[in-house]
């Protein structure tokens, strides 16, 4: 009986000395004086104060004091708090169990993190034990009540250097669980340490990293991503050509359950003068994703081919219902993606998915891609490796596959014999032409519609609604002593804000002239010159990031020139281009994306339609050729090819309408929105091809 006292005994002492331990501490501003005089180097939050309720001002207070050690202290709830604002040479330490949560209806702000670090050097924030918890309050934001947003993160570093981030889960955020960014043009986060963090439910990606060097992420979990797209584990995509990816390592991490990517780079707004790209995959694991395991989209182009080196190593791939690998539009004389001892386990739901994918986007030399020995296991019978896009077979693949399906093991050699082989219809090869603003014929225009300087009307010139895709180039002809007025519309796209955007207009001498499209005028703004000092091609080109714009009206004959090709969105419109007499050839590309489609038809001088497809999700091509003699497929029955020719777009039968890209071979590559109509001393065509 005594014994059982007395272990009762002992067993109240503990929890009543555990309770004590977590009441809410009084302050104790004695010791807030010494921390202030700098007599003290490690301080408790809970000597500024505690309140159940908010607890912002005493952990802000807390860490303004310059103090370099700050433990947040555990108590006996949350520590309630707003956006936090870190600073320089602190240390911030969490004590296990503790959790910072975010304030109910605040962060009401689009870009509000819970902790932000922006151009602040030697700063740590650490989880002691089995960790502490950030937590934000994501359904919230999804809520009638908050505008919008992809930007309410977990924590956001900006332009920092040495940091690290350690032992804690980041849960729930309105953005990304962590974002690396840049404060400061030009300077990306530096040495910057992410281990043993857990991400969790946050609502764009569980790590977006935009400007890196010298970034280590060891031992994380990146899970349950889902709200906003790209919805991926971690994404690795700078904003702009001066940002950086430069020894970068990822390192025994494991990504699972995003509704996006697991791992996702995208380098789309890089250009050759970027920094060489240096990112290493280790011992990663991507499990039981909506999208792909690893996809790797650079968007090269001849012009703008992104340099450097990606390495997977040992990674693992299972269950990612898109496929295991994709790469997307890399040049073989761009980055270096090389892998080796891979696995792919069950990757590629549907039939018409693979393991390996290969999106060549019509880039001419796509390849540079070293597979190394990657394991698959495989529930269907395909190619394990599926090309999409094909203008030309890639180049410099190489690869040893070892397939397992149905308990049987075939080894594979990927190279180019083996593409030959397996994807002998790629589409026909047809020379690309440079457009030149000499190839630029301009409409007809009546001389009514010639306004003098003084006239402050807008001609009623308005255009077919066709929208382009993140960028706009229009070319406009106009003659000496007439003015240029014309209105352009910028849409949303996505959940992204709008925001100011940015154009230029260059004069025939090549003299560029910048301006701005204001934010409170986005979507409707009007741009004019005075009369113009000499005849010629204008160039107006904007930059609206993420969104769409369109040219509404202008009172001057204007073209698309489709360089390397149109980017468009969501457009039911008709096209007319000009096929030269001396032509002997040439292709329209129709490009859609896996589940973005469009419906395209192509009518020949003669306004017949000899060309019909639907529900066009990949890239198709149509080809005409000029018959001499009994070769060729003139439509027309002729030799001459010569004429104005129509591509009419119009909503998929199935299929999301939304993006799609046109892309004219064989000729310039010039759209016009409007049907010409040339003047009589326009000797480009004869009479019989003027239509």
Same mark, same amino acid.
């Given at each position: 009986m005594f014994r059982f006292v007395f272990v009762f005994f002992v067993c109240v002492v503990f929890v009543l000395e555990n309770s004590f331990k977590y009441l809410n501490a009084a302050p104790q501003p004695e010791k807030v004086a010494q921390v202030v005089a700098g007599t003290l180097k490690e301080a408790k939050v809970s000597w500024w104060g505690f309140d159940a309720e908010d607890s912002t001002s005493f952990l802000q207070t807390a860490i303004d004091s310059k103090v370099p050690r700050l433990i947040v202290d555990r108590q006996p709830a949350s520590w309630i708090t707003g956006t936090l604002l870190l600073r320089s040479d602190l240390e911030l330490v969490f004590e296990e169990g503790t959790e910072l949560l975010a304030k109910k209806g605040l962060f009401q702000g689009l870009g509000e993190p819970l902790l932000a670090v922006s151009n602040a050097k030697n700063v740590k924030i650490i989880g002691l034990g089995n960790g502490a918890t950030l937590r934000m309050r994501k359904a919230d934001y999804h809520s009638d009540s908050y505008k919008k947003s992809e930007w309410r993160h977990g924590i956001n570093l900006r332009s920092v250097e040495n940091v690290v981030i350690e032992n804690l889960s980041i849960i729930a955020s309105g953005g990304d669980g962590i974002y690396l960014g840049v404060a400061t043009r030009g300077v990306p986060c530096r040495n910057v340490t992410i281990k043993k963090v857990v991400c969790d439910d946050n609502n764009r990606q569980g790590i977006s990293v935009i400007s890196a060097d010298r970034l +280590?992420?060891?031992?994380? #979990? +990146?899970?349950?991503?889902? /709200?906003?797209?790209?919805?991926? /584990?971690? @994404?690795f995509e700078p904003n702009r050509p001066d940002e950086q990816l430069t020894d970068c390592i990822m390192r025994r991490c494991r990504i699972e359950n995003n509704f996006g990517d697991g791992i996702e780079f995208y380098l789309g707004n890089l250009l050759r003068s970027t920094i060489p790209i240096s990112v290493r995959l280790e011992q990663c694991v991507v499990l039981s994703g909506k999208h792909y395991g690893f996809n790797f989209i650079t968007h090269d182009t001849p012009e703008l081919t992104v340099k450097g080196h990606c390495e997977l190593i040992d990674c693992r791939f299972e269950n990612c219902e898109s496929g /295991?690998?994709?790469? %997307?539009?890399? &040049?073989?004389? =761009? %980055?270096?993606?090389?892998? !080796?001892?891979?696995e792919i386990v069950h990757c590629g739901k549907e039939p018409e998915t693979a393991p390996i994918r290969f999106r060549t986007n019509e880039l001419d030399d796509f390849g540079g891609i070293d597979l190394g020995t990657i394991q698959i296991t495989d529930h269907q019978k395909r190619l394990p490796v599926k090309l999409t896009d094909i203008s030309t077979l890639p180049k410099q693949?190489? /690869?040893? *596959?070892?397939?397992?399906?149905?308990?049987?093991?075939?080894? *594979?050699?990927?190279? @180019? &014999?083996w593409l030959t082989q397996n994807y002998p219809n790629h589409l026909r090869a047809i020379q690309r032409v440079?457009? @030149?603003? !000499? @190839?630029?014929?301009?409409?007809? #225009?009546?001389?009514?519609?010639?306004? &003098?300087?003084?006239d402050s009307r807008l001609p009623d010139s308005r255009l077919p609604v066709i929208w382009l895709r993140k960028s706009g180039t229009f070319w406009i002809y106009a003659e000496? =002593?007439?003015?240029?007025? +014309?209105t352009l519309a910028v849409r949303r796209i996505g959940n992204s804000e709008l925001a100011p955007c940015s154009g230029t207009f260059t004069l025939p001498n090549g003299k560029t002239e910048k301006f701005k499209i204001p934010v409170e005028s986005v979507q409707n703004f009007e741009y004019k010159t005075n009369s113009v000092a000499e005849t010629g091609v204008y160039i107006l080109q904007t930059d609206v990031g993420n969104h769409a714009v369109r040219l509404v009206q202008c009172n001057q004959p204007i073209v698309f020139p489709a360089n390397p090709y149109l980017n468009l969105i969501a457009s039911s419109c008709r096209f007319y281009f000009s096929v030269p007499a001396e032509s002997k050839e040439f292709g329209i590309r129709i490009r859609g994306s896996e589940n973005e489609a469009v419906k395209a038809s192509v009518v020949n001088p003669a306004g017949q339609t000899v060309w019909t497809r639907d529900n066009i999700n990949e890239t198709v091509q149509f080809d005409q050729i000029r018959v001499d003699g009994n070769t060729g497929n003139d439509n027309n029955n002729n030799n001459n090819i010569a004429g104005i020719w129509q591509i009419v777009l119009e909503r998929p039968s199935r299929f999301v309408f939304e993006d799609f890209g046109v892309t004219l071979l064989g000729i310039p590559p010039i759209l016009y929105a409007q049907k010409p109509t040339f003047s009589a001393n326009n000797s480009l065509f004869t009479d019989g091809n003027r239509n």
């Open positions: +280590l992420i060891e031992d994380c #979990v +990146l899970k349950n991503t889902w /709200g906003t797209p790209p919805a991926a /584990g971690i @994404d /295991g690998i994709a790469i %997307v539009q890399k &040049s073989a004389k =761009g %980055v270096a993606v090389t892998m !080796k001892n891979t693949i190489t /690869g040893q *596959l070892q397939l397992k399906r149905n308990n049987q093991t075939e080894n *594979l050699t990927i190279n @180019d &014999s440079k457009p @030149d603003t !000499k @190839d630029f014929v301009p409409l007809f #225009v009546p001389l009514e519609t010639k306004l &003098s300087e003084t000496k =002593g007439t003015p240029i007025r +014309l």
